[in-house]
């Protein structure tokens, strides 16, 4: 607790003259406060002050009560002052010092010392533990894969004893950590039989005697097919899923060691996300009868490299794919439902799907109601529920962006509150902005793009004409009803629009709203929906827009809004 001045009793009680007549006063010294703390390997500076000196030579000294500790002093002119205590790097429990101050004035006979409480922290345990949360990790018979640890309160201490300990017919090879490279790594080879799990135990004891256990079980998946390259996978109930460990659609691989689940839609649907770097790939296994969304990441460490969102569920988008063709007889073919929708059915919230900020290949759910702005619910793996993290998009200068915090918070949505343009979750300067995210500029499918593997982002314009095939009772924006007979059609409901071919097949494109730019919130449920194009303009993306009043919408909107993806055929 920091005090005023801290008072101290007069040690001398005669009068003190120089032999000229003069007298002194008594020296007096004054500590900042009543006690310090320091911790292990740190230093405190405590603060003095010296009166009574008249003008008078005093000399100031130091010193703390134990050998081990650093004590420096330095005087100012008017006698005020600081005393630097260091720490050692290594203490083995919690100690009381004392620090004390003397000061002497030899010329006119006077002296004086006070001491001040010094508590010196013990140091952080010395501890091993997993670099990440690895619940499982995946491999084959004979392959190798690295486990990441780290050994905490080893500061200056040096390991005398570590010895690592698997699973009977399992090898492991140990870099130990060093100050350059802080975490460790195991690197696991198989054996022949793999099992259902591997167990690593490791003890450490370093040179003060200190000793730590790491005993760790960790699940074991096999690695048997392997998915092609996408941020999206399609996948049925009760399977297993081998991610393909590259960014996006291309073959860049990833430099990871384990892998986990981010979220899931279904409490139970995911069972385990097992990783292995050298093998490169990333194995989900999905419980029977449980359908939804999750996305999954590959770790380096604790550090989320990437990420890939799975669609649980039966459908087939080859199955009964919306196609239809232009007047110049240009054909073009959507998925039956937006990305992440549980269903195709009229008037249903399970058609909703997922809501994307333009650029991002990461989803964030919507709402769990035709007219509900409640967000579904997402859970981790151990069944605790989560919720969509918000941060403002942090600002960025010239060139800059916020690709790579993306990336690694691929649960974050990135508001944009500032009302400056571009208001854009990537970058706050135009200078920063990347048109081709999603291939807008290219006209390709990019390593971002969030459909499946054979899928992209549809452009805007063209693909999108169908939505001119109505016919409307008077003024857009009024009341009025549409014509049923014709292809695009909505009901005095207005919770989404149908489309019939003519062989009378009927597609829905629902309203699930959209994500607020500045706070991520849910909104418009039931009144509307914003489907996103990999287009752009200027500072903007361009949207096609669903309501009563704009059967066939489109225009331009800032891009860190959520909103939902209809898939369109590569």
């Known amino acids: 607790m920091v005090a005023a001045l801290l008072a101290v009793s007069v040690s001398c009680s005669k009068e003190n003259t120089d032999g000229k007549g003069g007298n002194y006063g008594d020296l007096a010294i004054f500590w900042g406060a009543d006690e310090y703390a320091v911790e292990a390997g740190q230093s405190v500076a405590m603060s003095f002050t010296v009166v009574g000196t008249e003008g008078a030579a005093v000399k100031c ?19 005020t002052g600081v005393v630097t205590v260091t720490a050692p790097d290594i203490v083995l429990k919690k100690k009381n010092l004392k620090v004390t101050l003397s000061v002497t004035d030899k010329a006119h006979g006077r002296a004086e010392e006070q001491e001040v409480l010094l508590v010196s922290n013990k140091s952080e345990d010395l501890s091993v533990s997993l670099a990440a949360d690895i619940k499982s990790m995946a491999a084959k018979a004979g392959s190798s894969f690295d486990v990441p640890f780290v050994i905490g309160g080893l500061s200056s201490a040096v390991l005398k004893t570590r010895t690592v300990t698997l699973s009977s017919g399992w090898d492991a090879s140990t870099t130990w950590p060093t100050a350059d490279k802080p975490t460790g790594i195991i690197r696991v080879t198989a054996p022949a039989t793999l099992g259902n799990s591997l167990n690593i135990k490791m003890d450490i004891a370093d040179d003060y005697t200190r000793t730590a256990q790491m005993d760790v079980t960790i699940g074991i998946v096999p690695i048997e097919t392997t998915a092609g390259a996408a941020n999206s996978f399609i996948v049925a109930p009760g399977s297993t899923l081998t991610i393909n460990a590259v960014k996006g659609n291309s073959t860049e691989q990833l430099d990871f060691d384990n892998a986990g689940l981010v979220w899931q839609g279904n409490k139970g649907m995911v069972k385990s996300v097992s990783g292995n770097g050298t093998e490169k790939v990333v194995v989900v296994s999905l419980a029977a009868g449980k359908e939804g969304n999750a996305v999954v990441c590959a770790r380096k460490g604790d550090v989320i490299v990437w990420s890939w969102h799975v669609w649980v569920t039966d459908y087939d988008p080859d199955e009964d794919p919306f196609v239809w063709t232009n007047g110049d007889n240009v054909s073009f073919t959507f998925m039956d439902r937006n990305l992440g929708a549980m269903s195709n059915a009229q008037k249903d919230w399970k058609s909703f799907g997922l809501f994307y900020q333009w650029g991002r290949k990461d989803p964030f759910v919507s709402s769990t109601g035709l007219e509900s702005s409640v967000e579904a619910k997402m859970y981790d793996i151990d069944g605790n529920e989560v919720e969509t993290k918000v941060q403002d998009r942090p600002a960025t200068e010239g060139d800059g962006n916020n690709l790579a915090l993306s990336i690694a918070h691929p649960d974050v949505f990135l508001s944009c509150t500032n009302s400056n343009l571009p208001r854009d979750w990537f970058a706050s300067r135009s200078a920063g902005q990347n048109n081709d995210l999603w291939g807008g500029d290219s006209g390709l499918k990019t390593i971002y793009d969030p459909c499946p593997e054979g899928w992209t982002v549809p452009v805007a314009g063209d693909p999108w004409k169908f939505r001119f095939q109505y016919e409307k009772e008077g003024k857009l924006n009024d009341s009025k009803p549409y014509n049923p007979e014709k292809p695009w059609y909505i ?45 752009t303009s200027q500072t903007y993306c361009v949207v096609e827009s669903f309501a009563w009043g704009n059967p066939s919408s489109e225009f331009q909107l800032n891009r860190p809004y959520g909103n939902s993806v209809r898939c369109i055929k590569e």
Do not use: M
Request: hydrophobic content about 25%; proline content about 5%.
């Open 491 to 535: 009901d005095d409901e207005s919770l989404g629009f149908r489309y019939r071919t003519e062989g009378g097949k009927e597609y829905w494109f629902p309203f699930p709203g959209k994500r607020e730019i500045a706070d991520g919130f849910v909104s418009g449920v039931g009144g509307g929906a914003q489907i996103h194009t990999r287009s």
């Open 61 to 79: 000294t130091a010193e703390v009560s134990d050998a081990d500790y650093t004590c420096k002093i330095k005087v100012n002119p008017d006698y």
